[in-house]
Each structure stands twice: as structure tokens, then as C-alpha cells.
């Protein structure tokens, strides 16, 4: 059965406003409305995902408690059509102390798994925020609803045995991204910093 930990992913994105909408344009089309982010993490003790990434944006990881992140963009009215790749790391951190974290020849976090899946948005209605769930096993799943986990009306309960029932299995890769996709990333990075300007 999963162990459920429950850690909400508190997380800071920096982005300029050209990569929203080169994200959103990937998907989406016609009406659309700027939903929120809320990650979800329910894996062993000791291991956790520090980011992730939805459609090559890069969505970092700060701490463990409650973050949200703005935005991407959802059309009102639900699709089967719609989906996301998703793409992230895995990293143990049982052997890691904190008198490691301040010494450059102590312990480090060991990458156990990087996944890639493409992701069906699951069916809503009333549109809240979106909701990305990461169970152990390189399962994910992509849940907008009006109500979080803690809610008695979540599609996602902690605790819940089947939960991970609907979660789509990510195949196990051995890198992020390729040096194509690199090349890619930093094209369009450098054409939307020219284009809307330096966010710093």
C-alpha cells in the first residue's frame, strides 16, 4: 500500500509571461481561465521530488509547506483532449544529515529515478486550481478541482488506498531532457526575454 506523507509542495516559479503562454498555447484553445498550481507528494520517508516540470516549464520546488503557483491557463469547460507531459525527479535523502547540508564533503541527496508521462487533465466541472499528485512508483496524477486534499469533497484523500487507482505510470528515463530539448528550452527562453523582457 502507499504511505501517504501528504507534503504539500510549496513551490516559487519564476516565469515571464511569454512562457505562460508558450505553455498554454500547447494546450489549449479558445475560452480560457488562469488556474493555479498546488503539488502533492505521498512517497517513502526520506525520499521526495524537489521539481517537476508540465510541458518543459520548470516548476521549482522551495520548501515543504504551503505553496501555490501562478499560473496556467485551463479552457471552462473540460475536455478529453486535454493532456500534460510531466517530468520528474526522484531523490533519496535517509542517508543525508543535517550537519551535511553545511559541509561540501558530506552526505548528498542520490537521485533514485527520473519519470516522463503524458498526463490526462482529469474531468472538473467548477474550476478551482489544478492539483498535481506524485505517488511512489512514478505514478502522477493531474486533478483540477475546487477543493484540495484536506477537503471531504477532494477527488484525492490522504490516506486513500485508491487514489492511486486513476494515476497514469511514468516511464522511467534517463535524463530530463535531451541536448535537442536543452537547445530548444534556451531558443525560446532567450526569444521571450527579447521579446517581453528580463523578468530580474
Known amino acids: 500500500m502507499t504511505r501517504w506523507r501528504g507534503l504539500t509542495i ?19 484553445s479558445a475560452e480560457k481561465c488562469p488556474i493555479d498550481i498546488e503539488g502533492y507528494q505521498y512517497l517513502p520517508k526520506g525520499q521526495r521530488v524537489y521539481d517537476f516540470y508540465l510541458n518543459t516549464t520548470q516548476i521549482d520546488v522551495s520548501s515543504e509547506g504551503g505553496g501555490v503557483i501562478c499560473c496556467i491557463l485551463l479552457p471552462r ?3 478529453a483532449s486535454l493532456f500534460v507531459d510531466v517530468r520528474w525527479s526522484v531523490w533519496d535523502w535517509s542517508e543525508v544529515s543535517n550537519e551535511d547540508l553545511g559541509r561540501s564533503d558530506g552526505e548528498k ?7 516522463r508521462a503524458r498526463v490526462p487533465v482529469e474531468r472538473y466541472g467548477e474550476l478551482g486550481r489544478v492539483y498535481v499528485h506524485v505517488f511512489e512508483g512514478g505514478r502522477v496524477r493531474i486533478v483540477p478541482s475546487q ?10 484523500k490522504p490516506g486513500d488506498p485508491l487514489a492511486t487507482f ?9 535524463e530530463l531532457f535531451t541536448k535537442e530539448e536543452h537547445a530548444l528550452r534556451e531558443r525560446e527562453y532567450k ?4 521579446k517581453y523582457g528580463d523578468w530580474r
Open 10 to 28: 510549496g513551490a516559487a516559479i519564476l516565469l515571464t509571461c511569454g512562457l505562460i503562454y508558450a505553455f498554454a498555447s500547447q494546450l489549449f
Open 77 to 79: 469547460k473540460w475536455r
Open 109 to 115: 541527496p542520490r537521485q533514485l529515478a527520473i519519470y
Open 147 to 156: 477543493y484540495g486534499p484536506s477537503h471531504e469533497e477532494s477527488p484525492v
Open 166 to 174: 486513476n494515476a497514469t505510470q511514468g516511464t522511467l528515463v534517463t
Open 191 to 194: 526569444e521571450n526575454r527579447k
